[in-house]
Protein backbone atom coordinates (compact mmCIF):
# COMPACT_ATOMS: atom_id res chain seq x y z
CA UNK A 1 0.00 0.00 0.00
CA UNK A 2 2.73 2.39 1.17
CA UNK A 3 4.26 1.64 -1.98
CA UNK A 4 1.32 1.94 -4.25
CA UNK A 5 0.98 5.62 -2.56
CA UNK A 6 4.50 6.57 -3.20
CA UNK A 7 4.14 5.40 -6.98
CA UNK A 8 0.91 7.88 -7.46
CA UNK A 9 2.84 10.39 -5.59
CA UNK A 10 5.39 10.12 -7.83
CA UNK A 11 3.44 10.57 -11.08
CA UNK A 12 1.53 13.53 -9.98
CA UNK A 13 4.02 15.35 -9.18
CA UNK A 14 6.32 14.50 -12.97
CA UNK A 15 2.97 15.55 -14.00
CA UNK A 16 2.48 18.78 -12.53
CA UNK A 17 6.15 19.46 -13.17
CA UNK A 18 6.07 19.12 -17.04
CA UNK A 19 6.06 22.34 -18.66
CA UNK A 20 4.79 22.75 -22.27
CA UNK A 21 7.91 23.61 -24.73
CA UNK A 22 7.72 26.27 -26.99
CA UNK A 23 6.93 24.08 -29.59
CA UNK A 24 3.78 22.79 -27.07
CA UNK A 25 2.72 26.57 -27.11
CA UNK A 26 -0.06 28.48 -28.79
CA UNK A 27 1.38 30.25 -31.98
CA UNK A 28 -1.08 33.04 -31.66
CA UNK A 29 -0.58 34.16 -28.16
CA UNK A 30 3.31 33.86 -28.79
CA UNK A 31 3.23 35.29 -32.38
CA UNK A 32 0.39 37.55 -31.76
CA UNK A 33 2.18 39.19 -28.47
CA UNK A 34 5.09 40.67 -30.80
CA UNK A 35 4.37 44.33 -30.83
CA UNK A 36 7.18 45.26 -33.67
CA UNK A 37 9.08 42.99 -36.47
CA UNK A 38 11.15 41.18 -36.38
CA UNK A 39 15.18 42.68 -37.28
CA UNK A 40 15.57 39.51 -39.93
CA UNK A 41 15.55 39.44 -43.36
CA UNK A 42 12.56 39.74 -44.91
CA UNK A 43 10.71 36.62 -45.79
CA UNK A 44 7.18 34.92 -45.44
CA UNK A 45 7.76 31.54 -44.44
CA UNK A 46 4.68 28.70 -45.03
CA UNK A 47 1.36 28.93 -46.31
CA UNK A 48 -1.67 32.33 -46.13
CA UNK A 49 -3.27 30.24 -43.37
CA UNK A 50 -0.26 28.75 -41.68
CA UNK A 51 2.77 30.23 -41.28
CA UNK A 52 4.77 33.52 -39.78
CA UNK A 53 6.62 36.56 -41.41
CA UNK A 54 10.32 37.42 -40.77
CA UNK A 55 11.53 41.23 -41.40
CA UNK A 56 7.97 42.62 -41.22
CA UNK A 57 7.41 45.99 -42.11
CA UNK A 58 4.72 48.96 -40.51
CA UNK A 59 2.50 50.58 -42.85
CA UNK A 60 2.36 54.03 -41.51
CA UNK A 61 -0.91 55.41 -39.98
CA UNK A 62 -1.43 58.25 -42.00
CA UNK A 63 0.09 58.34 -45.94
CA UNK A 64 -0.84 60.87 -48.61
CA UNK A 65 -3.13 58.38 -49.95
CA UNK A 66 -4.11 56.42 -47.35
CA UNK A 67 -5.25 55.28 -43.89
CA UNK A 68 -4.76 52.48 -41.86
CA UNK A 69 -7.84 51.69 -39.84
CA UNK A 70 -8.32 49.74 -36.23
CA UNK A 71 -4.89 50.49 -35.34
CA UNK A 72 -5.38 49.18 -31.95
CA UNK A 73 -5.43 45.51 -33.41
CA UNK A 74 -1.92 46.22 -34.79
CA UNK A 75 -2.39 44.38 -37.62
CA UNK A 76 -0.52 46.93 -40.08
CA UNK A 77 2.46 45.19 -41.18
CA UNK A 78 3.34 43.40 -44.20
CA UNK A 79 6.22 41.86 -46.30
CA UNK A 80 7.49 44.96 -47.70
CA UNK A 81 6.66 43.88 -50.88
CA UNK A 82 3.05 44.38 -49.34
CA UNK A 83 3.43 47.99 -48.24
CA UNK A 84 4.69 48.65 -51.41
CA UNK A 85 1.92 47.71 -53.13
CA UNK A 86 -0.20 49.55 -50.95
CA UNK A 87 1.27 52.65 -51.15
CA UNK A 88 1.50 52.06 -55.23
CA UNK A 89 -1.88 51.19 -55.71
CA UNK A 90 -3.33 53.52 -53.26
CA UNK A 91 -1.52 56.51 -55.11
CA UNK A 92 -3.29 55.12 -58.22
CA UNK A 93 -6.67 55.12 -57.27
CA UNK A 94 -6.80 58.79 -55.53
CA UNK A 95 -4.61 60.10 -59.28
CA UNK A 96 -7.51 57.76 -61.48
CA UNK A 97 -10.50 57.93 -59.54
CA UNK A 98 -13.07 59.95 -57.13
CA UNK A 99 -11.66 58.32 -54.23
CA UNK A 100 -8.66 60.12 -52.27
CA UNK A 101 -6.79 57.05 -51.55
CA UNK A 102 -7.77 53.80 -49.58
CA UNK A 103 -8.40 52.50 -45.92
CA UNK A 104 -6.59 50.01 -45.43
CA UNK A 105 -7.72 47.09 -42.69
CA UNK A 106 -6.04 44.29 -41.59
CA UNK A 107 -3.11 43.05 -43.16
CA UNK A 108 -0.93 40.85 -40.71
CA UNK A 109 0.66 40.95 -36.76
CA UNK A 110 4.04 42.26 -36.74
CA UNK A 111 5.39 39.08 -36.78
CA UNK A 112 2.49 37.29 -38.59
CA UNK A 113 1.18 34.17 -37.46
CA UNK A 114 -2.56 32.64 -36.45
CA UNK A 115 -4.53 35.77 -34.65
CA UNK A 116 -6.26 35.42 -31.08
CA UNK A 117 -9.57 36.48 -33.66
CA UNK A 118 -10.25 36.73 -36.66
CA UNK A 119 -8.89 35.35 -39.66
CA UNK A 120 -7.57 31.88 -40.72
CA UNK A 121 -5.05 33.59 -43.13
CA UNK A 122 -3.52 36.82 -42.95
CA UNK A 123 -0.26 34.82 -41.46
CA UNK A 124 2.16 35.67 -44.19
CA UNK A 125 2.00 39.58 -44.22
CA UNK A 126 0.94 39.07 -47.73
CA UNK A 127 -3.21 39.72 -47.06
CA UNK A 128 -4.82 43.04 -47.12
CA UNK A 129 -8.51 43.63 -46.11
CA UNK A 130 -9.10 47.11 -48.12
CA UNK A 131 -12.28 48.58 -47.34
CA UNK A 132 -15.21 49.39 -49.45
CA UNK A 133 -15.97 52.73 -47.73
CA UNK A 134 -15.01 55.43 -50.29
CA UNK A 135 -11.57 57.64 -48.50
CA UNK A 136 -12.72 60.72 -49.14
CA UNK A 137 -10.88 62.04 -45.68
CA UNK A 138 -7.26 61.48 -45.01
CA UNK A 139 -7.25 62.81 -41.51
CA UNK A 140 -8.82 60.71 -39.52
CA UNK A 141 -8.88 60.26 -35.73
CA UNK A 142 -7.50 57.28 -34.13
CA UNK A 143 -11.09 57.03 -32.61
CA UNK A 144 -12.97 57.59 -35.79
CA UNK A 145 -10.77 54.76 -37.36
CA UNK A 146 -12.18 52.47 -34.45
CA UNK A 147 -15.77 53.50 -34.64
CA UNK A 148 -16.18 54.12 -38.25
CA UNK A 149 -18.03 51.28 -40.06
CA UNK A 150 -17.12 50.33 -43.50
CA UNK A 151 -19.98 50.24 -46.84
CA UNK A 152 -21.73 47.40 -47.28
CA UNK A 153 -21.84 47.02 -50.88
CA UNK A 154 -24.38 43.48 -51.32
CA UNK A 155 -27.78 43.14 -51.05
CA UNK A 156 -29.91 42.49 -48.38
CA UNK A 157 -30.94 39.62 -49.85
CA UNK A 158 -27.16 38.74 -50.97
CA UNK A 159 -28.16 38.87 -54.93
CA UNK A 160 -26.95 42.19 -56.34
CA UNK A 161 -24.75 44.62 -55.56
CA UNK A 162 -26.09 47.25 -53.35
CA UNK A 163 -27.07 51.34 -53.73
CA UNK A 164 -23.08 51.90 -51.62
CA UNK A 165 -21.65 50.44 -54.81
CA UNK A 166 -20.57 52.55 -57.37
CA UNK A 167 -18.81 52.30 -60.99
CA UNK A 168 -15.82 53.82 -58.90
CA UNK A 169 -15.37 50.44 -56.87
CA UNK A 170 -15.11 48.41 -60.14
CA UNK A 171 -12.51 51.22 -60.99
CA UNK A 172 -10.43 50.53 -57.86
CA UNK A 173 -10.50 47.11 -57.65
CA UNK A 174 -9.12 46.92 -61.50
CA UNK A 175 -6.38 49.03 -60.07
CA UNK A 176 -5.91 46.58 -57.43
CA UNK A 177 -6.26 43.65 -59.82
CA UNK A 178 -4.01 44.59 -62.19
CA UNK A 179 -0.66 44.71 -60.30
CA UNK A 180 0.89 42.21 -61.42
CA UNK A 181 2.02 41.35 -57.53
CA UNK A 182 -1.27 40.27 -57.17
CA UNK A 183 -2.20 36.51 -56.80
CA UNK A 184 -6.24 37.10 -56.49
CA UNK A 185 -8.63 38.94 -54.71
CA UNK A 186 -11.35 37.87 -53.06
CA UNK A 187 -14.87 39.73 -53.48
CA UNK A 188 -18.62 39.06 -52.80
CA UNK A 189 -20.11 37.19 -55.97
CA UNK A 190 -22.53 40.11 -56.70
CA UNK A 191 -19.72 42.31 -57.14
CA UNK A 192 -17.78 40.19 -59.92
CA UNK A 193 -21.36 40.00 -61.44
CA UNK A 194 -21.24 43.35 -61.49
CA UNK A 195 -18.11 43.55 -62.85
CA UNK A 196 -17.99 40.95 -65.55
CA UNK A 197 -21.19 42.96 -67.01
CA UNK A 198 -19.94 46.44 -67.19
CA UNK A 199 -16.27 45.82 -67.46
CA UNK A 200 -15.41 47.66 -70.54
CA UNK A 201 -11.55 46.51 -72.94
CA UNK A 202 -9.51 44.16 -71.59
CA UNK A 203 -10.77 42.24 -69.26
CA UNK A 204 -7.92 39.98 -68.08
CA UNK A 205 -7.65 41.58 -64.63
CA UNK A 206 -10.95 39.87 -64.37
CA UNK A 207 -9.31 36.19 -63.82
CA UNK A 208 -7.84 37.94 -60.44
CA UNK A 209 -11.18 38.71 -58.99
CA UNK A 210 -12.56 35.63 -56.64
CA UNK A 211 -16.38 35.51 -55.64
CA UNK A 212 -16.03 34.32 -52.00
CA UNK A 213 -18.53 34.51 -48.84
CA UNK A 214 -18.36 37.58 -46.85
CA UNK A 215 -16.10 40.22 -48.35
CA UNK A 216 -18.94 43.13 -49.15
CA UNK A 217 -17.84 45.30 -46.38
CA UNK A 218 -14.01 45.30 -47.84
CA UNK A 219 -12.19 43.01 -50.43
CA UNK A 220 -9.38 41.16 -49.54
CA UNK A 221 -6.09 40.88 -51.74
CA UNK A 222 -3.71 38.49 -52.20
CA UNK A 223 -0.23 38.42 -53.16
CA UNK A 224 1.89 36.31 -54.67
CA UNK A 225 4.83 34.87 -52.89
CA UNK A 226 7.86 37.19 -53.12
CA UNK A 227 11.51 36.67 -54.29
CA UNK A 228 13.65 35.01 -51.95
CA UNK A 229 10.88 33.69 -49.88
CA UNK A 230 11.88 30.46 -50.52
CA UNK A 231 9.40 28.61 -47.82
CA UNK A 232 6.57 30.29 -49.36
CA UNK A 233 3.72 28.01 -50.26
CA UNK A 234 1.59 29.76 -53.15
CA UNK A 235 -1.85 28.50 -53.81
CA UNK A 236 -3.20 26.59 -56.89
CA UNK A 237 -3.73 28.58 -59.85
CA UNK A 238 -7.68 28.74 -60.38
CA UNK A 239 -9.38 27.73 -63.12
CA UNK A 240 -9.98 30.78 -64.83
CA UNK A 241 -6.23 31.68 -64.59
CA UNK A 242 -5.30 27.80 -65.96
CA UNK A 243 -7.63 28.54 -69.20
CA UNK A 244 -6.09 31.31 -71.44
CA UNK A 245 -8.04 34.51 -71.48
CA UNK A 246 -10.24 33.23 -68.73
CA UNK A 247 -12.14 36.02 -66.54
CA UNK A 248 -14.24 33.34 -64.20
CA UNK A 249 -17.44 35.34 -65.75
CA UNK A 250 -19.03 32.01 -66.73
CA UNK A 251 -22.76 30.19 -65.32
CA UNK A 252 -20.16 28.91 -62.16
CA UNK A 253 -20.60 32.76 -61.18
CA UNK A 254 -24.59 32.81 -60.58
CA UNK A 255 -24.58 29.85 -58.31
CA UNK A 256 -23.34 32.10 -55.66
CA UNK A 257 -26.80 33.96 -56.12
CA UNK A 258 -28.83 31.36 -56.89
CA UNK A 259 -28.16 27.74 -55.45
CA UNK A 260 -25.51 28.85 -52.58
CA UNK A 261 -28.12 30.53 -50.95
CA UNK A 262 -30.60 28.35 -50.79
CA UNK A 263 -30.97 26.25 -47.24
CA UNK A 264 -29.54 22.46 -48.03
CA UNK A 265 -32.59 19.91 -48.41
CA UNK A 266 -32.16 16.97 -45.68
CA UNK A 267 -31.14 13.74 -47.41
CA UNK A 268 -32.20 10.86 -45.31
CA UNK A 269 -30.61 7.87 -47.43
CA UNK A 270 -27.08 10.08 -47.30
CA UNK A 271 -24.59 8.50 -44.91
CA UNK A 272 -22.70 10.71 -43.46
CA UNK A 273 -19.26 10.97 -44.27
CA UNK A 274 -16.72 10.95 -41.50
CA UNK A 275 -13.98 13.98 -41.63
CA UNK A 276 -11.27 14.36 -39.62
CA UNK A 277 -12.05 17.65 -38.15
CA UNK A 278 -9.21 20.60 -39.46
CA UNK A 279 -7.67 22.19 -36.54
CA UNK A 280 -8.38 25.60 -37.07
CA UNK A 281 -5.14 27.92 -37.18
CA UNK A 282 -6.46 29.58 -33.71
CA UNK A 283 -5.90 26.00 -31.94
CA UNK A 284 -1.86 26.11 -33.88
CA UNK A 285 1.10 25.69 -31.85
CA UNK A 286 4.25 26.38 -32.30
CA UNK A 287 5.01 22.69 -33.99
CA UNK A 288 2.48 22.99 -36.68
CA UNK A 289 4.41 26.16 -38.20
CA UNK A 290 7.70 25.65 -40.76
CA UNK A 291 10.69 25.68 -38.14
CA UNK A 292 11.61 29.62 -39.39
CA UNK A 293 8.69 30.70 -37.10
CA UNK A 294 10.39 29.75 -33.76
CA UNK A 295 13.38 31.66 -35.13
CA UNK A 296 11.52 34.72 -36.04
CA UNK A 297 9.49 34.61 -32.50
CA UNK A 298 12.54 34.68 -31.10
CA UNK A 299 14.26 37.15 -33.22
CA UNK A 300 14.96 40.88 -31.59
ZN1 LIG B 1 -9.12 39.33 -45.38
Not at 77 to 104: F, Q
Amino acid sequence: MKTLFKTLFTIAALGLSTQPTLAEKEARFLLGGKSSGSKQTPKSHGSYAKGCLAGGEELAENGPTWQAMRLSRGRNWGHPDMIAYLKRISAEVARETNWKGLYIGDISQPRGGPMISGHASHQLGLDADIWMLPARDLKLSRRTRETLSSSDVRSSNKKSVSGDWTYTHMQVMKIAASDPAVDRIFVTAPAKIYMCKNARGNKKWLQKIRPYWGHNHHFHVRLKCPKGSSGCITQKPTAAALSKGGTGCDETLNWWVTAALKPAKPNPNKKKKKVKKKKHPRQFVMADLPNQCSKVLRSR
